[in-house]
């Protein structure tokens, strides 16, 4: 598998890249061009410069800080990010992920410092010698991203634009537009109008509203996303309509709703504001959530998917069971319905994701409040909780999931169950209102792991299941996890020899997941059944 790595890119695995305008690696590193004065990403149909005029650089802020203005046919701020940003775990990929999440534009770089645990001075140097740019010049590329999305897709005026990418006055942001992309926001705008397609408008983004395209690389296993959203809804705060997620989560600012349906070259995000300033982060967030940054042709390399396996994205959606469909009993027994072929070559699904979260307490939290209970019981408890703690909000959900101040005062009035996992539940609420846990992405894996193992009620699989979900670590491996090993039995993959895998065991086990879910649908019904008999219980818990 080629790998751009960000130190050292390889001039040759680069040019290769853009010669064949191969776009799997888009926003892994961007083509600045000597004779033009512009970069472009690597998929750019324009003419392919000469070897001897281009040079390679790993982020748009470090060709923008060596003076090259954005290309304007090809928009290279509008790829999807990075995957090397997940897939490393160094200073610079953590602080990547914390400045995507809008830390310096509500704290500056010494928050972002602070937050990573090193001085101001040891920082820029360290991503300035990996990406080529230090802090600031590496918000300020986030910053005209947004500006450029706000500027093409709405009719908000330009004061309010300029307030809600972060900067700190209207002749900042003029000037960074001019100079990112040579030309003032006004004719940046004119331009979007003149090339806007089949006659639509641009849409007026009133209080707050506004839609955007959220891009992704190619394959993406939209069935399931689709029924890992819809599966774990939660009355009160989520919907599932229309094949669209709506939801509620916090922000920065305040709060915002988005509803997320899957079209298909992008996701479209319908999202509803309380700040615009949020919007940088929110997007950010909703990216994680579904892991749209993944790089999805080099992971189905490295776990032998094949070209023929792409029939099982087609009904990837109708093979998985009902919310709270019971398993079955003998997942042996389902092998014909996946296939003999499956032991010599498992049937995985092109472009599966590894969802990750919104918001590092709730996923801690609902993650605890579903230990030992099937999804649709951890949904009904949740909605509990949501309903009588939550923030009451408008629109089309009532509610924002509790905060861990409101479940550790009063979390004990509302929850049931053991007593033991409610008291586990509101010590790690605790702990998150106190400041004495923190859940954010600038963390190590290794850190988080150990803070959460000293959580009571918290043991090995949910360490790993919140960190990878928070840190969208893709070398998790959930081998204790009871679906897991259903999955292992139909598609026979031996746990105790995964590491041909890394560092993709994260995508391993949701395919696992998903076989197994899959095959439990397709169990047929026993012979003979004179009384109904419950499903037998997992360790765990999707």
């Not at 003076?67 to 990010?81: I, S």
């Not at 891009?215 to 819809?230: Q, V």
């Not at 949020?278 to 940054?293: E, F, N, Q």
């Not at 996992?421 to 790690?428: F, K």
Request: hydrophobic fraction near 40%; include cysteine; charge should be positive.
């Amino acid at each position: 598998m080629d790998w751009v790595t960000i130190t050292a890119l390889d001039f040759e695995r680069c040019y290769r890249a853009v010669s064949t305008r191969d776009s799997r690696f888009d926003g892994q590193f961007f083509t600045a061009v000597r004779t033009t004065g512009i970069y472009c990403r690597p998929s750019c149909p324009a003419i392919t410069p000469k070897p001897s005029n281009v040079t390679f650089v790993p982020t748009a802020a470090a060709a923008q800080q060596a003076g090259y203005r954005a290309c304007r046919r090809c928009l290279p701020d509008a790829a999807p990010g990075s995957p090397l940003w997940n897939t490393r775990a160094d200073l610079a990929a953590r602080a990547m992920r914390l400045i995507g999440d809008g830390v310096i534009e509500r704290g500056g770089v010494p928050a972002l410092a602070a937050t990573l645990g090193y001085s101001q001075r040891q920082l820029t140097r360290v991503l300035t010698t990996e990406l080529g740019a230090g802090p600031l010049a590496l918000a300020r590329a986030h910053r005209a991203h947004t500006a450029r999305l706000l500027i093409q897709t709405t009719n908000m005026p330009m004061s309010d634009i300029a307030f809600a990418a972060g900067f700190a006055s209207i002749r900042q942001f003029n000037d960074t537009v001019r100079e990112v992309f040579a030309v003032s926001p006004t004719t940046m705008r004119t331009e979007a109008q003149r090339m806007t397609r089949s006659g639509s408008r641009l849409v007026p983004a009133t209080n707050g509203s506004l839609t955007l395209r959220l891009p992704f690389r190619e394959p993406l296993d939209r069935g399931w996303l689709e029924w890992f959203l819809s599966s774990h809804v939660v009355a009160g705060m989520e919907l599932w309509e229309d094949r669209a997620y709506v939801r509620s989560l916090r922000t920065p600012h305040g709060h915002a709703t988005t509803r997320l349906s899957f079209q298909r070259d992008h996701v479209r995000a319908e999202l509803s504001l309380h700040d615009m300033r949020d919007l940088a982060p929110t997007v950010a967030r909703l990216r994680h959530l579904l892991d749209l940054d993944a790089d999805p042709v080099g992971i189905d390399e490295a776990l032998g998917v094949g070209p023929a396996d792409t029939d099982v994205v087609e009904t990837s959606g109708r093979d998985l069971p009902d919310v709270g469909a019971a398993p079955a009993e003998h997942p042996a027994n389902v092998g014909a319905a996946i296939g003999r072929r499956a032991r010599a070559h498992p049937p995985f699904t092109p472009g599966i994701r590894v969802p990750g979260s919104i918001d590092g307490p709730e996923l801690l939290l609902r993650t605890m409040i579903g230990q030992q209970i099937s999804v649709s019981a951890a949904a009904t408890h949740t909605a509990r909780l949501v309903e009588a703690l939550g923030e009451s909000i408008d629109g089309p959900v009532a509610r924002l999931f509790p905060t861990p101040a409101a479940i550790a005062e009063r979390g004990a009035e509302v929850l049931t169950g053991p007593a033991r996992r409610i008291r586990s539940i509101i010590g790690a609420a605790s702990a998150l209102a106190s400041g004495d846990l923190l859940l954010h992405q600038g963390r190590t894996a290794t850190d988080l792991r150990r803070d959460l193992l000293a959580l009571d009620g918290v043991g090995p699989w949910t360490a790993d299941y919140v960190t990878m979900r928070l840190l969208a670590d893709p070398d998790v491996l959930l081998d204790t996890d009871l679906v897991v090993r259903q999955g292992t039995t139909l598609l026979g993959v031996d746990l105790t020899d995964t590491a041909r895998w890394a560092p993709w065991r994260s995508y391993l086990s949701m395919h696992l997941w998903k076989a197994a879910l899959a095959g439990r649908k397709a169990a047929p019904p026993k012979a003979s059944a004179t009384k109904s008999v419950a499903a037998p219980k997992a360790k765990t818990r999707l």
